[in-house]
């Protein structure tokens, strides 16, 4: 599976948007973007994937690039619950059904 | 739907005991699970993938004859941390894959503390 690069910490103020980069530059035509996320201490949390085009669910929106080289979740009205790691995810959908996690990023949602 | 749960949430055992977690999928038939383990503000990960009724194949560098894993049914997995040491401690997470798809669904996970 593609390796994935996301900054280690960001922060942004209750009620704003959240925009969490990921960078998989060496992403191949058969593998999808997965996020999670991982409230403390509780087990990770699907948040979204997708291919090559753009996403949106109740919970976030996935922007993904023309290339597929990066892409960036949107959390459009970010609460304090949001407080969390949100790990990106490249993975081929094969029999093995792995996902790897990478070190993923901090968010702090800011009253 | 497509709950997954953890029992125990929290166990602390004495050096050389062994101690089972369980993992079961609620409301769904989970024909895959997966074992993960997560030290303090460290990722996840992935320790072996379990398929119902077969043997579990685990990842490069974990210990097949220290973490024991059952999947017996299609509701249930089983990790046994056999002679535990204090560097065992650490949260297991499972989650589980129902057939016919590639989502994982993790449970709540279990704070193993091994004193």
């Known amino acids: 599976d593609a390796k994935t690069t996301q900054p280690t910490s960001m922060d942004c103020a209750e009620g704003r948007a959240a925009n969490l980069p990921c960078n998989h530059s060496?992403?191949?035509?058969?593998?999808?973007v997965y996020w999670y996320r991982q409230i403390h201490s509780q087990g990770p949390q699907y948040i979204i994937h997708?291919?090559?085009n753009n996403e949106t669910n109740e919970m976030a929106s996935l922007i993904i690039t023309e290339d597929r080289k990066s892409s960036t979740l949107i959390l459009p009205h970010a609460t304090l619950r949001d407080t969390a790691v949100y790990y990106c995810?490249?993975?081929?959908?094969?029999?093995?059904?792995?996902?790897?996690f990478g070190s993923g990023t901090r968010l702090l949602v800011r009253p | 739907g497509a709950v997954v749960s953890q029992h125990p949430s929290r166990v602390i055992c004495k050096s050389g005991t062994s101690v089972k977690i369980e993992c079961r999928s609620l409301?769904?038939?989970?024909?895959?699970m997966f074992w993960y383990r997560q030290f303090p503000k460290q990722s996840l990960m992935l320790m072996a993938t379990?398929?119902?009724?077969?043997?579990?194949?685990?990842e490069q560098g974990v210990e097949k004859d220290k973490f024991l894993i059952n999947h017996a049914s299609l509701t249930l997995s089983t990790l046994t941390v056999t002679s535990a040491h204090p560097e065992d401690s650490s949260f297991y997470i499972c989650?589980?894959?129902?057939?016919?798809?590639?989502?994982?669904?993790f449970g709540p996970g279990t704070r193993l503390t091994v004193t």
């Open positions: 989650s589980a894959r129902s057939q016919g798809t590639y989502e994982q669904y």
């Open positions: 060496t992403i191949s035509g058969n593998e999808y």
């Open positions: 997708g291919l090559k």
């Open positions: 995810i490249v993975r081929v959908m094969d029999s093995s059904y792995k996902l790897i």
């Open positions: 409301d769904f038939q989970a024909t895959t």
């Open positions: 379990s398929n119902e009724g077969s043997k579990a194949t685990y």
